[in-house]
C-alpha cells in the first residue's frame, strides 16, 4: 500500500478566520501537500462558496492556482463548488478534477418549509472546458498513498441527509447523497489522515469506507465538516468516543461542525482547532 511520509494541510476556507489577514464565509476549502521519498503532490479538496475568498486566501497563503495539479469536489453543494470556476481560470494548466458523478444532478435544499437551489452555480460543461473531469463512484488512488474515496459506503451509521433533495427520472425525491465523498491520505508510522467535505453521508462512514479503501487499520486524524451542527450530545459524543476507540488523535471539525462537537473533542484531548489560515502538518516520528 502506498504512503507518504510528510502531509501538509493548510485551510484556504472556513466559516471561520484562525488567522489575521484571511478572509471567511459559510464553505469549506482545504489545500494538502504530501510527500513521498521521490515527489509531492499538491490538492485542492472543495472551493468554498466564493472565489474571490478563495483566490484571496491562497494568496495570503503564498499559494498559487498552478500549484495544485488535483482537484477534488467533495458533493455538488454551492458552499463546497462555487470558487471552482474563478480558481480555474487562474491556475494556468489543465488540473485533474475528480468527483462523482451525482455531484452534477440537481441539487435542492428545504428551509423554512421552501425549497431552494443549493447546487453547482454553473453549468459542469465550464469545468470540462478547463480541467479534466473525471466522474468516478470509484476509489482512485491518485499519488502513492493519497485516496479519493468515491462514493461512501454504509455502514449502519448516522447520515445526515435531512431536507435534501435531488430530480431523477422527472421528479424531486430525496437526495441520498451518494456523491458526498473525502480524501484519506496514509502518513508513515502515524496511520490515515481523512478529510471529509461535509459529511453528509456520515463521519463514521466516510472513515470506516477509507480504511476499508485503502487496506489501513490505523486512523490518526479527522479534519473537514461533520454535519453535526444541530446533532443531539449522545450522538456527538458517540461519534466522537467511536473515532477515538478507532485511534483518532486529532479531530478537526470545521464548517457545518457545530460548536458542541468541539467542546467534546477539547474534552477528550484529540481538538485540532482550525480554521482559515490555520496550517498542520503530520509526519512520521523518525
Same mark, same amino acid.
Given at each position: $500500500?502506498?504512503?507518504?511520509?510528510?502531509?501538509?494541510?493548510?485551510?484556504?476556507?472556513?466559516?471561520?478566520?484562525?488567522?489575521?489577514?484571511?478572509?471567511?464565509?459559510?464553505?469549506?476549502?482545504?489545500?494538502?501537500?504530501?510527500?513521498?521519498?521521490?515527489?509531492?503532490?499538491?490538492?485542492?479538496?472543495?472551493?468554498?462558496?466564493?472565489?474571490?475568498?478563495?483566490?484571496?486566501?491562497?494568496?495570503?497563503?503564498?499559494?498559487?492556482?498552478?500549484?495544485?495539479?488535483?482537484?477534488?469536489?467533495?458533493?455538488?453543494?454551492?458552499?463546497?463548488?462555487?470558487?471552482?470556476?474563478?480558481?480555474?481560470?487562474?491556475?494556468?494548466?489543465?488540473?485533474?478534477?475528480?468527483?462523482?458523478?451525482?455531484?452534477?444532478?440537481?441539487?435542492?435544499?428545504?428551509?423554512?418549509?421552501?425549497?431552494?437551489?443549493?447546487?453547482?452555480?454553473?453549468?459542469?460543461?465550464?469545468? =470540462?472546458?478547463?480541467?479534466?473531469?473525471? =466522474?468516478?463512484?470509484?476509489?482512485?488512488?491518485?499519488?502513492?498513498?493519497? *485516496?479519493?474515496?468515491?462514493?461512501?459506503?454504509? *455502514?449502519? *451509521?448516522?447520515?445526515?441527509?435531512?431536507?435534501?433533495?435531488?430530480?431523477?427520472? @422527472?421528479?424531486?425525491?430525496?437526495?441520498? $447523497?451518494?456523491?458526498?465523498?473525502?480524501?484519506?491520505?496514509?502518513?508513515?508510522?502515524?496511520?490515515?489522515? +481523512?478529510?471529509? @467535505?461535509?459529511?453528509?453521508?456520515?463521519?463514521?462512514? +466516510?472513515?470506516?469506507?477509507? $480504511?476499508?479503501?485503502?487496506?489501513?487499520?490505523?486512523?490518526?486524524?479527522?479534519?473537514?465538516?461533520?454535519?453535526?451542527? @444541530?446533532?443531539?450530545?449522545?450522538? +456527538?459524543?458517540?461519534? +466522537?468516543?467511536?473515532?477515538?476507540?478507532?485511534?483518532?488523535?486529532?479531530?478537526?471539525? $470545521?464548517?457545518?461542525?457545530?460548536?458542541?462537537?468541539?467542546?467534546?473533542?477539547?474534552?477528550?484531548?484529540?481538538?485540532?482547532?482550525?480554521?482559515?489560515?490555520?496550517?498542520?502538518?503530520?509526519?512520521?516520528?523518525?
Amino acid at each position: $500500500m502506498g504512503k507518504v511520509y510528510r502531509l501538509e494541510v493548510f485551510v484556504v476556507v472556513d466559516n471561520t478566520a484562525a488567522e489575521p489577514g484571511f478572509a471567511a464565509e459559510w464553505g469549506l476549502s482545504v489545500y494538502l501537500r504530501a510527500y513521498s521519498e521521490e515527489d509531492s503532490v499538491g490538492v485542492l479538496f472543495d472551493f468554498g462558496q466564493r472565489g474571490d475568498t478563495l483566490l484571496a486566501n491562497l494568496e495570503a497563503a503564498g499559494l498559487g492556482a498552478d500549484k495544485t495539479p488535483v482537484l477534488v469536489l467533495s458533493h455538488g453543494h454551492y458552499d463546497h463548488a462555487g470558487g471552482a470556476v474563478r480558481f480555474l481560470e487562474n491556475t494556468g494548466t489543465r488540473p485533474l478534477l475528480l468527483a462523482h458523478p451525482a455531484a452534477f444532478l440537481p441539487k435542492l435544499g428545504r428551509k423554512g418549509g421552501v425549497l431552494r437551489d443549493i447546487g453547482l452555480p454553473f453549468p459542469k460543461r465550464v469545468l =470540462e472546458e478547463k480541467a479534466t473531469l473525471v =466522474e468516478t463512484s470509484s476509489p482512485v488512488e491518485v499519488f502513492d498513498g493519497v *485516496y479519493f474515496l468515491g462514493e461512501i459506503k454504509r *455502514y449502519g *451509521y448516522p447520515e445526515y441527509k435531512k431536507g435534501m433533495y435531488t430530480v431523477l427520472d @422527472g421528479k424531486v425525491v430525496e437526495d441520498p $447523497m451518494l456523491d458526498d465523498t473525502g480524501v484519506a491520505v496514509n502518513v508513515e508510522e502515524l496511520g490515515l489522515v +481523512v478529510l471529509t @467535505g461535509c459529511g453528509h453521508s456520515g463521519v463514521l462512514n +466516510v472513515v470506516r469506507h477509507a $480504511m476499508e479503501v485503502t487496506g489501513v487499520g490505523e486512523l490518526y486524524a479527522v479534519l473537514g465538516g461533520f454535519h453535526t451542527e @444541530g446533532a443531539r450530545e449522545e450522538e +456527538v459524543r458517540r461519534i +466522537v468516543d467511536t473515532l477515538c476507540d478507532w485511534g483518532a488523535s486529532a479531530l478537526a471539525p $470545521m464548517h457545518c461542525s457545530g460548536s458542541l462537537i468541539k467542546f467534546v473533542a477539547y474534552e477528550k484531548e484529540v481538538l485540532l482547532d482550525l480554521g482559515s489560515g490555520s496550517s498542520v502538518a503530520f509526519e512520521a516520528k523518525g
